[in-house]
């Protein structure tokens, strides 16, 4: 099984920056993906961004050119920094994984920005 631990979110202004992380723990081993999925008030949950074995990665069509997401494999850990944060971004964001066990989720973290 794998187990995901989400930080960073919180309060920021309109134009701010947050990076989230999300460190994994457990079978680590055979992820063959990872992710960040966003819920918004009164929204389903969406998919924001994905990286792949390989190091490809996609984007949601209104966080490109913002946001990034990168892993560090040695510290078994995905980010993702978000730029020039909007109100529409505000959220509860959710890192989840791909693995030999099937989807896992993290608890997520909430991020509100003040316009």
């Known amino acids: 099984q794998v187990q995901l631990v989400e930080s960073g979110g919180g309060l920021v202004q309109a134009g701010g920056s947050l990076r989230l992380s999300c460190a994994a723990s457990?079978?680590?081993?055979?992820?063959?993906?990872m992710g960040w999925y966003r819920q918004g008030p009164g929204k389903q949950r969406e998919s924001v961004a994905v990286?792949?074995?390989?190091?490809?990665?996609s984007y949601k069509d209104s966080v490109k050119g913002r946001f990034t997401i990168s892993r560090d494999n040695a510290k078994n850990t995905v980010y993702l920094q978000m730029n020039s944060l909007k109100a529409e971004d505000t959220a509860v964001y959710y890192c989840?994984?791909?693995?030999?066990?099937?989807?896992?989720w993290g608890q997520g973290t909430q991020v509100t920005v003040s316009s």
């Open positions: 457990g079978s680590i081993f055979s992820i063959s993906a």
């Open positions: 990286i792949i074995d390989g190091g490809s990665t």
């Open positions: 989840n994984a791909l693995s030999r066990d099937g989807w896992a």
